[in-house]
Each structure stands twice: as structure tokens, then as C-alpha cells.
């Protein structure tokens, strides 16, 4: 997998493109067999209920909205908790991504762009963690 070529680097420009391109396609492949696993389980045990009342706007319960609650309903087998976890799992895959970018430039030396992805990957972290809730 690493391997030195004529100019002593690692890995070549196109090595690590297409490391992050097969990353980002097999995050949103996961990321939708999850969720499809998830609404057919749903679909199964609620597809002949009732179509609910949408006058007014109920948001998700608290279980569905931190990582523990989700995983908790996935290991319970919860449908909306697996459609859930497969939402999760598509918004990981870009930051993923950026954290391939951020070993990509650190690999090839770019001290500018290290420093970019670092800040584009504080400012992801700091709003996915800092609690605000609307």
C-alpha cells in the first residue's frame, strides 16, 4: 500500500485521491444500506398504520439525538434509531475525507494547507460539539 516512487515521496498525488475517493464511496454506500436496512424494518412493523398528523411539528426525542441514544435503539433493533445511525454515518464520511486531506498534505510536506484543513476541521468539530441546540 505505501510505497516510494522516483521522487522518494510515499505516496503520489493519485495514490491519495483515490484512497479518499474509494473513503467517500464506500461511507455513502454504507451510509445508505444502513439506512435502507433501517426503513425497511421500519416499513414492516409501521407501513400500515395510520398517516400521522403533520398540523404541527414534533421533533425527535431526546434518544435520537446523541450518539449513545442512537446507538443504544440500534442494538435494540430500533428502525428510526438504523435510519438514524445511517444519517450519522453520511455526515462522518466528509469529515472523514478532510482528515484523509489533512494526512495527505502533512505526507507531502504543504505546511499552508495543513494549516487550512486543521481550521476547516476545528471549525466541523467545534459546531458538531459545542452544544447549541436550536
Do not use: N
Amino acid at each position: 500500500m505505501f510505497k516510494k516512487d522516483i521522487s522518494g515521496k510515499i505516496l503520489g498525488d493519485r495514490d491519495l485521491q483515490k484512497i479518499i475517493g474509494t473513503l467517500l464511496r464506500f461511507g455513502v454506500v454504507t451510509a445508505s444500506i444502513i439506512a435502507l436496512i433501517g426503513g425497511i424494518i421500519y416499513l414492516s412493523v409501521h407501513g400500515m398504520e395510520m398517516r400521522p398528523v403533520y398540523s404541527s411539528f414534533h421533533g425527535e426525542p431526546s434518544a435520537y439525538t446523541s450518539f449513545a441514544g442512537i446507538m443504544d435503539k440500534v442494538f435494540s433493533l430500533d428502525a428510526r434509531g438504523i435510519m438514524q445511525l445511517g444519517a450519522v454515518v453520511l455526515i462522518m464520511t466528509p469529515i472523514l475525507r478532510v482528515v484523509c486531506s489533512l494526512f495527505s498534505f502533512a505526507i507531502e510536506g504543504d505546511r499552508l494547507y495543513v494549516v487550512i484543513t486543521i481550521v476547516v476541521l476545528s471549525v466541523i468539530l467545534f459546531s458538531m460539539f459545542s452544544g447549541v441546540k436550536l
